[in-house]
């Protein structure tokens, strides 16, 4: 697959600027900054234990049955050519290729029986990324305002805050290819000003928050500091003028929360990775996986709820040929360095029980390895029947396997967890009841979740 092309890759020229308002600085839509509204209220009042959720998006899915579902026992062409290794938790085992994860094993829950039906990227990841089956797709639905909303964009909508400090960040690549743009990275029907921030730079680059926080040529903070004096008088003025018909303003709260993104420095603050200890970053490691989960931590420590780090591009972790090479080569390593110092990160400035981390990818992989286009190494195709998603913080008993799938990794053998029931468990982490329903275009009442927490990711293992 070509890689895809990103959106603005030549950045935000000045007409751009003007149409979308100051929020293009920072890579969002104007409503995004503007709109902090409740479409609705859920009815519950109890409180989860997470203050934020990092969603581990690994793009293009990757194989189970080479990472954390090993079949040693499989016929060939089947198994993988990767051996499992011993974790820390007796009777565990991963793949040879993650033996950073494997000595954090007592922190994971490893779920091997998620599974739903589709079988294309697009709508799959709309499945996962919202809890919800796309409406009307058939095949490769891009994103659309009928889609359901992502879990930071619904947070949004039934928690607003006025703070400054944006519910929702999606990091470092907008997830599109040539025309097609991925369902599940925005607000759906729940309209743009819910949208999340979408930041489309690579951390690891030298000037990543030059790059990501910068204003266009022509513009500058006492420019913006300029029109915020001159709006805010016009805003009086118009209060003044229409003083008879109503004492409010319904742009002033939504003014004052543009401008406290933008000027204030809580958030900026998270962007500043040369601040770092380099000792710290190096652990993560000096690449894009690394440096993104990096910049997840510093962003729910800045207060940000929901982070999605998107480790690769819409086709990365799609290995329809050459899987093996791939795997232990370009993608297990990394990802096992960057997310093994998330979790070490996060225990360390004691935020892990306060944070659940999600890892996981759309679908799975074909259990039968298959040659394709004219490929001599083997690859595998899409899966969606089970695949295996994981989970750390926040509550979660480490050191299990929940689920299982059946002896050739096809179909699972135990209760199947859909993409429902993991957006049940991040809703409920932050205590939002799943009963809460939240408006259409139409103002029609949708629920926000048909699923039901997975339970047994915090029962027990003793």
């Not at 198994?79 to 991963?94: C, Q, Y």
């Not at 998270?270 to 690449?287: C, N, S, T």
Request: proline fraction near 7%; include cysteine; charged fraction near 20%.
């Amino acid at each position: 697959m070509t890689t895809p092309a990103h959106l603005h890759e030549r950045g935000m020229v000045r007409r751009e600027f003007l149409q979308v308002g100051f929020s293009g600085l920072l890579g969002m839509s104007l409503p995004t900054l503007l709109g902090r509204k409740a479409l609705a209220e859920g009815p519950g009042n109890r409180t989860g234990r997470a203050k934020s959720v990092i969603v581990v998006f690994l793009t293009g899915a990757p194989s189970h049955i080479d990472t954390f579902d090993l079949k040693p026992n499989a016929p060939e062409g089947i198994r993988s050519e990767f051996k499992p290794i011993a974790t820390n938790v007796p009777g565990m085992e991963f793949c040879e290729h993650l033996p950073g994860l494997a000595a954090r094993a007592d922190r994971l829950a490893v779920v091997r029986s998620m599974a739903h039906t589709n079988l294309n990227h697009l709508n799959a990841t709309h499945h996962l990324l919202t809890g919800h089956p796309q409406p009307g797709a058939f095949f490769d639905k891009i994103a659309s305002r009928s889609d359901y909303p992502c879990y930071g964009s619904a947070l949004d909508a039934v928690r607003p805050r006025s703070d400054g400090v944006p519910t929702s960040v999606m990091l470092p690549t907008f997830l599109m290819e040539g025309p097609l743009v991925w369902p599940g990275q925005n607000a759906g029907f729940l309209g743009p000003r819910h949208d999340p921030w979408h930041i489309k730079k690579d951390p690891n680059n030298a000037y990543f928050k030059e790059e990501s926080l910068t204003l266009p040529s022509g513009f500058s903070v006492e420019r913006m500091r300029g029109r915020r004096r001159l709006l805010d008088e016009l805003g009086a003025s118009r209060d003044s003028l229409s003083a008879s018909v109503s004492s409010d303003d319904p742009m002033a709260e939504q003014r004052e929360n543009a401008y406290s993104l933008l000027l204030n420095s809580q958030v900026a603050r998270a962007f500043e990775l040369k601040k770092e200890d380099p000792r710290v970053r190096d652990r993560y490691g000096r690449h894009t996986f690394g440096q993104s989960l990096l910049l997840a931590r510093r962003l729910v420590q800045a207060g940000v709820p929901i982070v999605q780090a998107n480790l690769g591009a819409v086709q990365t972790w799609d290995s329809h040929s050459d899987i093996f090479r791939r795997l232990k080569s370009d993608l297990l390593p990394p990802t096992d360095r960057a997310i093994s110092a998330l979790l070490d990160d996060l225990a360390h400035h004691g935020m892990l029980d306060e944070t659940l981390v999600v890892i996981t990818g759309e679908f799975g992989r074909a259990p039968r390895l298959t040659l394709n286009g004219g490929s001599p190494v083997p690859g595998r195709d899409h899966w969606a029947a089970v695949f295996t998603s994981v989970f750390a913080g926040a509550g979660v008993q480490g050191g299990q396997f929940i689920g299982q799938s059946d002896k050739v990794g096809a179909y699972p053998a135990s209760r199947p967890y859909l993409p429902d029931d993991l957006a049940a468990t991040i809703y409920s982490a932050f205590g939002v009841d799943l009963e809460t329903e939240i408006r259409d275009k139409l103002n029609r009442p949708i629920k926000l979740c048909n699923g039901s927490r997975i339970e047994a990711l915090y029962a027990s293992t003793s």
